[in-house]
């Protein structure tokens, strides 16, 4: 089978898709994206993500490049040609294509979409949940609207790149002040000596992660009960437990911050529980 992916209204084949060079995207990453998970062939928390995607394109002042309801059609089309049954899908709108300069383009011009799908790597998915990963502690050099959802991610990828040389699976950024805001592609959590679960406050510090709303209210009905602070690196070296969550995996045991073992060195019990919560909403087997 190959793989298709649909670009400014055509599905085409993935290996020959491609976009102008003067895409704003690709020239100024004036752009947003979504990832949102698939299972069983369904999308998770589809309306979360189309929520936050809508709200990144109002930020940028893009508009929307086509209705919702297109939106959910061509979707739902992407992951079936591409036939995932677990994996992800991956929405990118930009301002579109305009001859360089960096004010806005003249009203009129069409944003450009762009969705792909792909199968997961269960297997190193499940892998890592079993063992639990290790992270890196580093400076937070990205911009200051962590909110936006933007394709602008030089600093999440040196990070990552540089925790992945280092042999971490994560990068925890800290803020000037020697709190970690979140993971390059990941929000990040403990639970503190108290036994209770620690996530840093929403502001435009972090992404608003659709896992990390999903787990506040799975916490919620089970009775988790969930601080929502900032924590200190230190705080975060000797915690309980610590995980990560985002779309695909949606929760990642942590068993080393840095040099330091977290907990006994094997995925916390309070970490795994989250995880159940999460799978009892429905959308994780
Ligand atoms: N924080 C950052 C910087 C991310 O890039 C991501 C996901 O890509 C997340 C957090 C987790 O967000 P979500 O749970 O919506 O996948």
Redesign the pocket.
């Known amino acids: 089978m190959s793989r298709i992916a649909y670009v400014n209204g055509r599905y085409v084949r993935h290996a020959e898709a491609g976009v102008h060079i003067e895409d704003r995207g690709y020239q100024f990453s004036d752009g947003v994206y979504e990832?949102c998970g698939v299972r069983g062939g369904m999308l998770m928390d589809e309306e979360l993500?189309l929520g936050?995607l809508q709200r990144s394109l109002s930020e940028l002042r893009i508009p929307m490049p086509m209705s919702l309801a297109a939106l959910r059609i061509v979707l739902r089309e992407v992951v079936k040609r591409n036939e995932v049954a677990n994996g992800m899908i991956y929405c990118q709108v930009t301002r579109g294509v305009a001859p360089r300069d960096h004010p806005f383009p003249p009203a009129g011009i069409k944003p450009a979409i762009v969705i792909t799908a792909k199968r997961l790597n269960e297997a190193r998915v499940a892998a890592a949940v079993e063992k639990g990963v290790a992270v890196m502690t580093m400076p937070d050099q990205r911009w200051a609207r962590?909110d936006i959802?933007s394709v602008s991610l030089l600093a999440?990828i040196l990070a990552k790149q540089t925790a992945r040389e280092a042999g971490a699976y994560e990068a925890w950024l800290v803020d000037p002040d020697g709190f970690i805001t979140?993971?390059?592609?990941?929000?990040a959590w403990i639970v503190d000596k108290d036994g209770r679960v620690v996530t840093r406050p929403l502001s435009a510090d972090?992404?608003g992660?659709?896992?990390?709303h999903v787990l506040l209210e799975a916490a919620a009905r089970e009775g988790i009960e969930i601080v929502e602070r900032p924590f200190t690196v230190d705080e975060a070296r000797t915690a309980r437990e610590a995980f990560v969550?985002?779309?695909?995996a949606i929760i990642i045991p942590v068993i080393r911050v840095d040099d330091m073992v977290i907990g006994n060195g094997a995925p916390g019990s309070t970490t795994m529980r989250l995880r159940r919560a999460y799978a009892a909403s429905g959308v994780l087997s």
């Open positions: 990832v993500h936050r962590r959802k999440n979140e993971g390059s592609s990941t929000n972090i992404l992660g659709i896992t990390r969550s985002a779309s695909t």
